[in-house]
C-alpha cells in the first residue's frame, strides 16, 4: 500500500547532502510548544522561565526512546526481529508509539525535578507541563501526515470533500481507484487532542478549582483520561494494516489502561490529599 500512495508532498529535504525528515522537524516543534506553554504557566506562578529547560533536555530525548521501544516491541516480529536490529534505530523512517513516549518521557520529566531540578513541587509541574503534551501531540500528529502514517478505514473520498486537496490526495489508497482514501486519523485525533487540551486548562481545571475538587498533580491523571479516551475510540477505526501488536491492537490496550490509570491516580491524589489535610488540621486544632 505505502508504494502505491499518491504523494506529491515531499518527506524532507536534503542540505549538503543531509536528508532532513519533516516528521523530525515537526515533532521537535511540538515539543518546543509544550516547552514553551509550560514555561510561561510556571512564569505566571513566579517561576523562572528556564525551569523547564533541564526537564526539556532529558524529558524530550527519553520520550522518543520510550516511542521508539514501544513500538519496537508492539512490532517486533512483523517489522524488526534479530535480522533486521538495525532497522530498530532508522526512527526518521517512522514508527514512533505516543503512549510509550508519553509513560517513559513522564517519568523522566518527574525524576528530573525531583533530583535535580529541584524548587518546585513535582505535582506542580506535572501540572504546569503533562497538558501541554496534547499540544505536542496536536502539532506532531502532521509528521505523520508527511511520512505516510496513521490512517484509517479506506472510505469513499467524497465523504471528506470538505477537505483541501492537499490533504486528500495524501490520503489516495490506490492510485488505480483514486475516488478512495484511507480516513485521515492523523488530523482527527490532532482534533480531539487540542479539544483534550482546551478541556483541561480551560474547563476542567478552573471549574475543580471554584468548586474545590482540585488537587495539584491531577494534570496527569486528566490527561491519562481524556488521550486514553481518545486513542480507545480512534484505534478500532485505524487501517488494518497499521494496527500495532495483536488484533486487538497494543495501542488499544495500551489506551483502556491509560484511563484506568487516570482514574486510579486521581482518586488516590485526592485521598492522600485529605488525609494529610485532616491530619494537619487535628495537630493545629492541638495546639
Not at 48 to 54: K, L, P
Not at 80 to 91: L, P, S
Not at 131 to 145: E, S
Amino acid at each position: 500500500m505505502m508504494n502505491e500512495m499518491l504523494s506529491y508532498l515531499p518527506k524532507g529535504f536534503s542540505i549538503f547532502g543531509l536528508e532532513i525528515a519533516f516528521y523530525a522537524i515537526i515533532i521537535l516543534f511540538g515539543a518546543l510548544m509544550a516547552l514553551f506553554l509550560s514555561s510561561f504557566e510556571a512564569r505566571k506562578e513566579g517561576y523562572s522561565w528556564d525551569f523547564f529547560v533541564t526537564v526539556f533536555i532529558i524529558a524530550f530525548p527519553s520520550g522518543i526512546i520510550g516511542a521508539r521501544l514501544w513500538y519496537v516491541i508492539a512490532e517486533w516480529q512483523k517489522e524488526f526481529g534479530w535480522d533486521n536490529f538495525a532497522q530498530i534505530f532508522r526512527i526518521w523512517d517512522g514508527g514512533l508509539a505516543i503512549q510509550g513516549g508519553a509513560i517513559l518521557g513522564i517519568t523522566a520529566g518527574v525524576l528530573v525535578v525531583v533530583f535535580l531540578r529541584r524548587g518546585m513541587n513535582p505535582l506542580q509541574a506535572v501540572d504546569f507541563a503533562v497538558p501541554n503534551i496534547l499540544v505536542a501531540q496536536v502539532i506532531g500528529r502532521w509528521g505523520n501526515f508527511f511520512n505516510h502514517e496513521v490512517y484509517g478505514m479506506v472510505v469513499d473520498r467524497s465523504s471528506w470533500s470538505f477537505l483541501p486537496d492537499f490533504i486528500l490526495n495524501q490520503m489516495v489508497d490506490n492510485l488505480n481507484n483514486p475516488e478512495f482514501i484511507d480516513v485521515p486519523l492523523f488530523l482527527v485525533e490532532g482534533i480531539l487532542n487540542l479539544i483534550g487540551f482546551l478541556t483541561i486548562v480551560h474547563f476542567i481545571f478552573p471549574l475543580c478549582k471554584k468548586h474545590n475538587a482540585y488537587c495539584v498533580g491531577d494534570g496527569l491523571g486528566y490527561y491519562l483520561i481524556l488521550y486514553g479516551a481518545v486513542r480507545s475510540i480512534l484505534e478500532p477505526m485505524r487501517n488494518p494494516t497499521y494496527i500495532m501488536g495483536t488484533e486487538v491492537g497494543a495501542s488499544f490496550v495500551m489506551a483502556i489502561l491509560f484511563i484506568v490509570c487516570g482514574i486510579v491516580l486521581i482518586v488516590t491524589n485526592h485521598v492522600i490529599t485529605n488525609f494529610r489535610t485532616k491530619n494537619y488540621r487535628k495537630k493545629g486544632s492541638l495546639k
